[in-house]
């Protein structure tokens, strides 16, 4: 089973920046795919930003690409989500998930807010 615990988020002004980290635990972390999810009142859950588990290999979204980097520590378990530029409707509750060879993402995080206030 694997464990995953964000922290970092809070409220910022527009413009600022946030720095979230995810926590894992449970299995060989540099074997999995992780990835950052988020879900905004009232809204669908949608894709940020993904990593691949070797070769560090990133994908984002359009509505965060040049702000946001996604990057992981694969000897300190951690996945980091570099949040720059932020604009009030990147306000959401912010998930990391992983995965490993499967195309959904089976494990996920208990969510950290992260409010931008204009």
């Known amino acids: 089973q694997v464990q995953l615990v964000e922290s970092g988020g809070g409220l910022v002004h527009d413009g600022g920046s946030l720095r979230l980290s995810c926590a894992v635990s449970?299995?060989?972390?540099?074997?999995?795919?992780m990835a950052w999810f988020r879900q905004a009142p009232g809204k669908e859950r949608e894709f940020v930003a993904t990593?691949?588990?070797?070769?560090?290999?990133?994908t984002y979204a359009d509505a965060v690409r040049g702000r946001f980097t996604i990057s992981r520590d694969n000897v300190k378990n951690t996945l980091f989500l570099q949040m720059n530029s932020l604009r009030p409707e990147d306000t959401a509750v912010y998930y990391c998930?992983?995965?490993?060879?499967?195309?959904?993402?089976?494990?996920w995080g208990q969510g950290t807010q992260v409010t931008v206030s204009s």
């Open positions: 449970g299995r060989t972390f540099s074997n999995y795919d």
């Open positions: 990593i691949t588990g070797y070769g560090g290999v990133t």
């Open positions: 998930a992983a995965r490993y060879r499967t195309y959904q993402y089976p494990y």
